[in-house]
């Protein structure tokens, strides 16, 4: 299945950006429209930090384990996704750029490295939920970006 990437240009730095994206708890705060449950493991920032959450998209329910695999501050991090008892595996990539002129560029590409036959079978949908979903993780990330740094400012 064709990789799915949504984008946002915020107005922090990306280090600003990174610092927030590398705590996983951070996560919960603008995914939790789709993804509930939040159970957190491992170090609670970095290589080796995890969460198994349950995802509700497009009527089905499933459980899903996250864990950071690589991390590459403040440009980039990967997060490795294991659903469907398995049988789903695949890649959320961060990537935070400078477009120069101040603030960041912030990417998400969800790439699927193994899916069960009804999402290859259904791919079109399953991509335009996946979209969906992602680009309002992205304006909810954008808003909990000003949140986290009016606080930390203050």
Do not use: C
């Given at each position: 299945m064709k990789p799915v990437t949504v984008s946002i240009d915020v107005p922090q730095a990306p280090e600003q950006v990174y610092d927030f994206l590398d705590v996983m708890a951070h996560h919960e705060r603008f995914t939790d429209h789709y993804l509930t449950g939040w159970r957190y493991g491992g170090p609670p920032r970095g290589v080796g930090s995890s969460a198994t959450v349950t995802a509700a998209l497009g009527g089905t329910k499933t459980d899903v384990t996250i864990e950071v695999v690589e991390a590459d501050?403040?440009?980039?991090?990967?997060?490795?996704?294991?659903?469907a008892a398995g049988?789903?595996?695949?890649?959320?990539?961060?990537?935070?750029?400078?477009?120069?002129?101040?603030?960041?560029?912030?990417?998400?590409?969800?790439?699927?490295?193994?899916?069960?036959?009804?999402?290859?079978?259904?791919?079109?949908?399953?991509?335009?939920?996946?979209?969906?979903?992602?680009?309002?993780?992205?304006?909810?990330?954008?808003?909990?970006?000003?949140r986290h740094v009016s606080a930390a400012g203050s």
């Amino acid at each position: 299945m064709k990789p799915v990437t949504v984008s946002i240009d915020v107005p922090q730095a990306p280090e600003q950006v990174y610092d927030f994206l590398d705590v996983m708890a951070h996560h919960e705060r603008f995914t939790d429209h789709y993804l509930t449950g939040w159970r957190y493991g491992g170090p609670p920032r970095g290589v080796g930090s995890s969460a198994t959450v349950t995802a509700a998209l497009g009527g089905t329910k499933t459980d899903v384990t996250i864990e950071v695999v690589e991390a590459d501050p403040p440009r980039r991090i990967v997060e490795r996704n294991v659903s469907a008892a398995g049988r789903r595996l695949a890649r959320g990539t961060y990537t935070i750029e400078s477009p120069g002129g101040g603030g960041s560029r912030v990417s998400f590409t969800y790439a699927w490295e193994r899916a069960p036959l009804a999402d290859r079978l259904l791919a079109p949908v399953v991509r335009a939920t996946m979209r969906r979903a992602n680009e309002k993780v992205m304006r909810r990330l954008a808003a909990e970006l000003v949140r986290h740094v009016s606080a930390a400012g203050s």
